[in-house]
Every structure is written in C-alpha cells, then in structure tokens.
C-alpha cells in the first residue's frame, strides 16, 4: 500500500504561484511514478504532469507545460509541483497519485491523495 497527502493549496491571484507537495509512505512506494491530476467542479479529472521514479521521465500536459515544474526527492518520499504563472482556468482540486510508469491516463494510477484546493483569482 501507499500513502499520499498532498499540502500547499490555497489562494492566489492570477500571475501568483504555488508549491504543492505529496508526502508518500509505504513499502511500495519504492519504483513508483508518480503525477499530479486536477479536477475542476463539473469537469472530468485531467492529466497535469507525472515524473518517473529516477526522474529521468517526465511529462506535463499542455496547458501546463513551460509554467509547473514536477520534482521528487525519493530519500524523502516527496513530489512537488511549482506552479508559475497561474491562471483562473488552473483552479481545481490538485490530486497526487502514484503508479508503476508515466502515464497521461488517471486509471493507470492504483493510488491516489485525497485532493488539495488551489483557487485562482482573477
């Protein structure tokens, strides 16, 4: 089993930004890929960047590319998502997850965080 708590959200202003972090426990944690979805109320859950395990894979939606940056620090159990430059259309509830490889797909994901809000004001 794994264990993910995402921390971080909150509310900015448009052009702000945020950290998010997942702290992850459990033995099988070890070789996970993890990602970020987000999930906006009355819209489907999407893709927002995922990492490999030795970080040397990695991939971010588009609308996100060139503003978050993914990170891990295995020896900590930890994955962050900086988030520049953020826009109204970035609110949503941000969900950390963990699988076995880098995937755009949130069914891929066994396990996931319950959510952090992060709202962005115009």
């Known amino acids: 089993q794994v264990q993910l708590v995402e921390s971080g959200g909150g509310l900015v202003q448009a052009g702000g930004s945020l950290r998010l972090s997942c702290a992850a426990s459990?033995?099988?944690?070890?070789?996970?890929?993890m990602g970020w979805f987000r999930q906006a109320p009355g819209k489907e859950r999407e893709f927002v960047a995922a990492?490999?395990?030795?970080?040397?894979?990695?991939s971010y939606a588009k609308s996100v590319k060139g503003r978050f940056t993914i990170s891990r620090d295995n020896a900590k159990n930890t994955m962050s998502l900086q988030m520049n430059s953020l826009k109204p259309e970035d609110t949503a509830v941000y969900y950390c997850?963990?699988?076995?490889?880098?995937?755009?797909?949130?069914?891929?994901?066994?396990?996931w965080g319950q959510g952090t809000q992060v709202t962005v004001s115009s």
């Open positions: 459990g033995r099988a944690f070890n070789n996970q890929a």
């Open positions: 997850a963990a699988g076995a490889y880098v995937r755009m797909v949130a069914s891929h994901y066994d396990y």
């Open positions: 990492i490999s395990w030795s970080g040397s894979t990695i």
